[in-house]
């Protein structure tokens, strides 16, 4: 009875943390939003992963040692779920809206299912799933349009989303592999960003030299990387792009990347991922309040039905 008590605690603590986790994580694409009017998509994400990698390394002051063939599992974590999985959705947040964003970015979980029924042989497929896939997928196509019946859509910011939540199905396998290791979640998410500063590292040199004063939806402006002394001294001279640099860095990327593994690991990936369905709530309702984004009738029935349909994927 004492063990059971001791489980079910150990649960809502694992819980807990997801819950504060999919917070952050909501508020993140307004902070992204915000940031994209003075650095470009590529220099937020390395600014972002800098400063969680240094973070973590004064939260935990530790080496672990780790074995050598394991680096493989944390260079494709950092490579999927932070380089690939952040960059597509900064570069779709230049493209489109925050909320647009967050929704679509949120069937994570069905790719997560998929990815793990085929390579961990987890059982996650079933009618419900299926059910709530194509009730999800609906819903992602209402919130494409957020209220434009005339298709004067640019879909590259969707499907760039789309490509995102597909890459954080690949980095829950790998984060899934690297917890049956049973290595410290801090010091296992520090290696994991120590190698998406390493891969971002060749893509800062690649945009050396490339304008940012490209409009909305340019890639070579999401690419650029500013080394103007005037320019520098300018945009890190205002507080808040301090405060969601930090935020997006130390908070949303440091801390809560290693909460939701510790999450993973008391719960189980793919269970605890059902809260990602949440993060198009807390966006939509932030974005509306600082952002000014309006929540159309399209856009707001496409974010019930994806919500909706990723809820019943998940029943037994």
Same mark, same amino acid.
């Not at 989303?161 to 954080?168: K, N």
């Given at each position: ?56 390394? +004064? ?17 494709? =974590? ?45 059982? *996650? ?9 194509? +009730? ?75 304008? *940012? ?23 890190? =001279? ?10 997006? @860095? ?8 290693? =909460?939701?593994?510790? =999450? ?10 059902? @809260? ?25 029935? @496409? ?14």
């Amino acid at each position: 009875m004492h063990k059971m008590e001791q489980d079910n605690k150990r649960k809502v603590f694992g819980y807990a943390i997801a819950a504060v986790t999919i917070f952050f994580w909501g508020i993140t694409f307004i902070c992204t939003k915000s940031l994209l009017s003075d650095f470009s998509a590529l220099e937020i994400l390395f600014f972002r992963f800098l400063a969680a990698y240094l973070g973590l390394w +004064i939260i935990r002051p530790k080496f672990e040692k780790i074995e050598r063939r394991d680096n493989i599992l944390f260079a494709l =974590a950092g490579l999927s779920g932070v380089v690939l999985y952040q960059f597509s959705e900064n570069m779709a947040i230049n493209f489109t809206n925050a909320s647009n964003v967050s929704v679509i970015v949120s069937i994570c979980p069905l790719f997560t299912a998929i990815i793990a029924q085929y390579f961990l042989k987890e059982n *996650h497929l079933n009618l419900w799933f299926l059910l709530g896939f194509i +009730i999800s997928i609906t819903g992602v196509a209402l919130v494409c349009f957020n209220g434009k019946i005339e298709l004067e859509l640019n879909p590259i910011g969707d499907l760039l989303a789309l490509f995102a939540a597909i890459c954080w199905g690949f980095y829950s396998l790998f984060v899934s592999l690297i917890n049956r290791k049973n290595y410290d979640p801090v010091c296992a998410t520090r290696r994991v960003f120590f190698y998406a500063v390493l891969f971002m590292l060749p893509l800062m040199l690649a945009g050396y030299g490339i304008s *940012h004063s490209g409009a909305d939806g340019d890639f070579a402006a999401s690419m650029a990387v500013i080394i103007d002394k005037r320019a520098n001294l300018q945009r890190f =001279a205002k507080p808040m792009n301090w405060i969601n640099l930090l935020f997006l @860095g130390i908070v949303a990327s440091g801390f809560c990347f290693s =909460a939701w593994n510790k =999450a993973c690991e008391i719960v189980g990936t793919v269970k605890v991922s059902c @809260g990602l369905y949440l993060i198009p709530v807390v966006t939509i309702v932030f974005a509306f309040f600082t952002l000014g984004e309006q929540i159309t009738w399209l856009g707001a029935l @496409g974010s019930v039905f994806t919500i909706t349909g990723l809820f019943i994927s998940e029943k037994k």
